[in-house]
């Protein structure tokens, strides 16, 4: 929207913008922000920052809190969720001491850093990734967790459960596990979705298409357009930011819970991705498996190798594991195929153009900080290409049938994903040196994120009895 201040000072007094706000991507991928009166902008706020209490967003102890951020004024775009005209932007974390550096566990800082790192080695000169955002709406949500009392409560006006509510029905609901695809009338959201594309098209994130998904109970999916990596990890922050506002104005809520509901579909963030070097798609080998150079397949092997560790990144949450089960078309199995979803990695098969040939990452989802998962996915490819880590060797494939048709002792060949976070946490714990590399993520910072999520989410969910346990066990 802008390159420099001059622009933004001009557009702020000629559209007589109010506010100017400031988000900031906290530990676990969340935005927080700040917002000064745009009578306050003035070109010392990018030069010298806003100081922050770091502490409370996951970064610092609370001795040492004391960080600053400085705004990216290339991020800027008009905030639509803002009655008061306002222009947000997305601000980078410097830590104070004897000078202002870049704050090293920065999520934006880490990610432009694992570009550096890919440019510095010459194997490319681009990441390019497209996620899928996958996600619920629902029309009501309550919960509440105390020592004596237990609830989640959702609803749907679409949902199967709904078929005989007596107040107010048109009929029309989605059959459980068949919303892939549906059509008016059942898709009841499809101008919800189309509201939130024409917003992310406005805000400068292009989209590629949007349609209801599995999931019965309100189950939608946007998919945008490829492109490189720190630029989509903004437009991931900028897609939930989207979702999420345009449902609340609707008198609806958005989830990226990957399991919110038992029994039906889970959402992911099916990652997309591909390498270019001088313009040209480096994966692309019309000789190789699928079309896939030696190179995309290196990087395959990489991604592969260190999936247990990755997916402490790309799955970091006790919820992502209970989609990452059989029978819902998630990935639960260690390996790659053409078209196969039952696999971790899945070259689409409808993808012939040379310059989009790629493969997708199928296990993340959208509780994920998306810096932070980008570039442990990139670093992963790295080592994979650096070492020469055949995917065929090492025993992960290709599998391009259900890897679950496959006799006994095949599956047992196949090594399978974490079942859990904390089965997630501990292969990091022993599989985090190609993180180092180029000193894009740090060893402090890795074992901050363990703990991190040990104690503040781990934790707090296995000492919590739950109504299913008292079903199976109360009475035993």
């Not at 600053?68 to 980078?92: G, R, V």
């Not at 004596?148 to 709904?162: G, K, L, R, Y």
């Not at 019965?216 to 437009?235: R, T």
């Not at 991604?303 to 919820?319: M, Q, R, V």
Request: proline share 5%.
């Amino acid at each position: 929207m802008f390159n420099n201040y001059n622009e933004l000072a001009e557009y702020v007094s000629i559209n007589d913008i109010k506010m100017i706000d400031f988000k900031v991507v906290t530990l676990t991928g969340k935005w927080n922000h700040l917002t000064i009166p745009a009578s306050r902008l003035s070109q010392k706020i990018f030069e010298e920052g806003i100081g922050f209490d770091g502490s409370s967003y996951g970064y610092a102890v609370i001795e040492k809190s004391d960080m600053i951020f400085k705004p990216d004024i290339k991020t800027a775009f008009l905030d639509p969720y803002c009655e008061i005209p306002t222009i947000s932007m997305i601000a980078n974390i410097y830590q104070i001491g004897d000078e202002v550096v870049r704050f090293q566990g920065d999520p934006r800082y880490i990610a432009e850093k694992a570009e550096n790192h890919l440019k510095n080695l010459k194997i490319a000169d681009e990441f390019i990734i497209g996620p899928e955002f996958e996600f619920y709406v629902f029309d009501h949500i309550s919960y509440e967790v105390e020592h004596n009392h237990q609830e989640v409560t959702i609803d749907s006006i679409e949902a199967p459960w709904n078929t005989n509510d007596k107040e107010y029905n048109q009929g029309y609901k989605t059959p459980l596990q068949k919303g892939y695809h549906a059509a008016l009338p059942y898709d009841i959201t499809n101008d919800l979705r189309a509201e939130m594309c024409l917003r992310l098209e406005e805000m400068g994130v292009p989209v590629k298409y949007h349609h209801h998904e599995v999931g019965a109970a309100g189950q939608l999916e946007i998919e945008v357009e490829l492109g490189s990596m720190l630029k989509m990890a903004d437009s991931t922050l900028i897609a939930k930011y989207v979702i999420k506002n345009t449902a609340i104005t609707h008198g609806k809520t958005a989830t990226f819970m990957p399991k919110p509901i038992y029994n039906e579909a889970g959402s992911g963030m099916h990652v997309h991705m591909l390498l270019k070097k001088d313009g040209k798609n480096i994966f692309y080998d019309e000789n190789g498996y699928s079309g896939l150079s030696e190179n995309a397949m290196y990087f395959i092997g990489g991604i592969l190798k260190h999936a247990p560790s990755l997916l402490a990144f790309t799955n970091p949450s006790t919820n992502s594991y209970k989609r990452l089960v059989p029978g819902f078309e998630a990935p639960v199995s260690i390996c790659f195929a053409t078209s196969n979803r039952s696999s971790v990695i899945r070259v689409p098969g409808y993808a012939k153009n040379p310059e989009k040939k790629r493969f997708e990452f199928r296990s993340s989802d959208g509780t994920c900080n998306p810096y932070m998962a980008y570039s442990a996915l990139l670093m992963a490819g790295i080592d994979g290409i650096v070492n020469k880590i055949d995917p065929v060797k090492e025993g992960f494939g290709p599998y391009d049938v259900n890897v679950f048709d496959l006799p006994a002792e095949e599956r047992e060949k196949i090594k399978a994903l974490p079942k859990s976070l904390e089965e997630s946490l501990e292969a990091l714990k022993n599989d985090y040196e190609y993180l180092l590399a180029g000193e894009v993520f740090t060893k402090s910072f890795i074992e901050n994120w363990i703990n991190y999520k040990y104690n503040k989410e781990v934790m707090k969910v296995i000492p919590v009895p739950t109504p299913q346990e008292y079903s199976l066990y109360f009475d035993i």
